[in-house]
């Protein structure tokens, strides 16, 4: 804890404090109760786990309390928050830690001059993957929830990857709700889509944006998973992948990784419904890869 203290960052030195004193975090929010100051439960675990940072006034306020609730030296957590990050920008992972270096998306990327940050992170998704009768994707469909922690965003980058072997000239993509299809830009060797979906206005830092649109595929070999990649922490993401109910899989299961330079983990068995769907439900996204993998037979 000393050392954690001296160094930070703010979330370690926090857990380690925690950890040390053994307190739960509902009784820490019971002490400071005591003392005057409601911080819920949730926002402990957001700073502690460094998907939010305590920048408000009452928020330092309670940081200053949680130093005498942990028994700490004055200033020892303060003193480690640092500079307030502009627009409460959320903590982020290397784009490189998602794609790989030198991957076809970065060099599509390139071609859209898309900064490796766009100035966009997910409040909440929802995201619908259809496979088909032939066990291919089919489709996929997003309503995307997404807040600027910059000026002057007008646009968002989608990204979709086909399976080996699908024909990205016949990809189509088509802005739903919301927004328009801009550039695209397609890697044939690789399969993937890069895609501008451009916005009626620019976003100020804070301000949100509600978009729905859709890829339509169907050209791929038989699909066995779809995950997705997150840069930035924070937000609720859910995914639902349909299967058509005379080629239904055997098993299914949820995985995650937190870059593509280790192998997936499995979580948990998934059990298809009468409706031939499966669903996850990740409510406090963390940078890295979540997604579903299935069997046939």
Excluded: K
Excluded at 59 to 84: F, M
Aim: with cysteine.
């Amino acid at each position: 804890m000393a050392e954690a203290l001296r160094t930070g960052p703010f979330p370690e030195a926090l857990r380690a404090a925690l950890a040390a004193r053994g307190l739960a975090l509902h009784r820490v929010r019971h002490r400071l109760e005591q003392r005057g100051i409601n911080v819920g439960v949730t926002s402990l675990s957001y700073w502690q786990r460094g998907i939010r940072r305590p920048d408000r006034p009452e928020s330092l306020r309670a940081v200053t309390a949680l130093e005498e609730v942990l028994e700490l030296p004055e200033h020892s957590l303060t003193r480690l928050l640092g500079p307030r990050a502009p627009a409460d920008q959320p903590v982020a992972r290397p784009f490189r830690m998602l794609v790989g270096p030198g991957s076809a998306l970065e060099r599509l990327l390139g071609e859209l001059e898309a900064p490796r940050d766009g100035g966009l992170h997910t409040v909440l998704q929802y995201e619908r993957v259809q496979i088909d009768g032939d066990r291919r994707l089919a489709s996929r469909e997003a309503q995307h929830v997404v807040r600027a922690h910059r000026d002057g965003v007008d646009r968002y980058t989608a990204i979709h990857v086909g399976e080996v072997g699908c024909d990205t000239g016949r990809i189509g993509v088509v802005g739903v709700e919301n927004c328009r299809v801009g550039r695209v830009r397609r890697a044939a060797e690789a399969g993937i889509l890069a895609v501008e979906l451009l916005f009626d206005a620019r976003l100020g830092a804070g301000e949100t944006a509600a978009l729905r649109y859709r890829f339509e595929d169907g050209t791929g070999e038989p699909s066995r998973e779809y995950f997705r990649g997150f840069s930035y922490a924070g937000g609720g993401y859910v995914l639902q992948v349909a299967f058509d109910r005379a080629a239904l899989p055997v098993r299914c299961r949820r995985f995650g990784r937190p870059s593509v330079h280790v192998p997936p983990e499995f979580v948990a068995d998934l059990t298809l419904n009468a409706h031939g769907t499966v669903h996850i439900v990740e409510p406090e996204i963390q940078p890295g890869h979540v997604g579903v993998t299935w069997d046939w037979d």
